[in-house]
């Protein structure tokens, strides 16, 4: 079956730290990628996606991603995290034949500390 | 505004009820999903529906039950049948076709039963 990794479950940071999440996802060809996140008391909302073309995306808030095909990966990245990115963050996947079906990874809680 | 709700926010109910989660969108949108999310799990598909009067069972469908009689709503029936339903359950719309899409969604609805 098709599944998603988060592999880290918590993360605690201090303010300006950078913060890399790893995300991977078995191998089922043709993939689109996202991150969501969702802050406290918020609506889950897209943080970011990858379709084509450079595996290097931008998102909101500074973060970004980049997708290594190789190793069926897409993390997620920020070089200086302030306090407000604390949130949970989930990498999803979507897969050729059913692309708006997303399966999600667990998620990663993120605390960061002034 | 465009955008999705979900009502109540929070719902109670005694253990062998019945109880309805409401699913509204007015963003156009032709598919609806419904995920429920538990800590740890990340989110996982009950249903989803790509057109009017049809769905389609998403990987953890038994205990639920569905109906798209109009394109801008799809309610979730929470049955009697769920072995486990105290979650937190989240609804999501997307346009169907196209190379680029997202995923979009509501507030959520945190069901306790006891």
């Known amino acids: 079956a098709q599944s998603v990794s988060q592999h880290n479950h918590h993360v605690i940071l201090s303010e300006a730290a950078s913060l890399e999440l790893g995300c991977n996802y078995s191998y089922g060809g043709t993939v689109n990628l996202f991150w969501y996140v969702q802050y406290p008391g918020q609506h889950l909302q897209l943080l970011l996606k990858y379709f084509s073309g450079d595996p290097l995306v931008k998102g909101i808030k500074g973060f970004e991603a980049e997708f290594i095909k190789s190793k069926f990966s897409f993390n997620l990245r920020k070089p200086s995290v302030q306090w407000s990115d604390t949130a949970e963050y989930f990498c999803a996947v979507g897969y050729s034949g059913g692309y708006n079906k997303l399966i999600f990874g667990a998620g990663t809680r993120l605390a960061v500390h002034p | 505004d465009g955008g999705i709700t979900q009502s109540p926010k929070y719902l109670f109910r005694k253990e062998g009820q019945n109880v309805t989660l409401s699913c509204e969108q007015n963003?156009?949108?032709?598919?609806m999903y419904w995920y429920r999310q538990d800590p740890g799990q990340g989110l996982r598909l009950i249903y989803y529906?790509?057109?009017?009067?049809?769905?389609q069972k998403g990987d953890i469908a038994e205990g639920y039950s569905v109906s798209r009689e109009k394109k801008e709503s799809f309610p979730l029936t929470v049955t009697s049948a769920q072995k486990n339903p105290t979650a937190f359950y989240l609804c999501a719309s997307s346009i169907w076709e196209g190379p680029s899409y997202e995923q979009y969604f509501g507030p959520g609805t945190r069901l306790t039963v006891t």
């Open positions: 529906s790509q057109i009017v009067n049809d769905f």
């Open positions: 963003l156009n949108h032709d598919a």
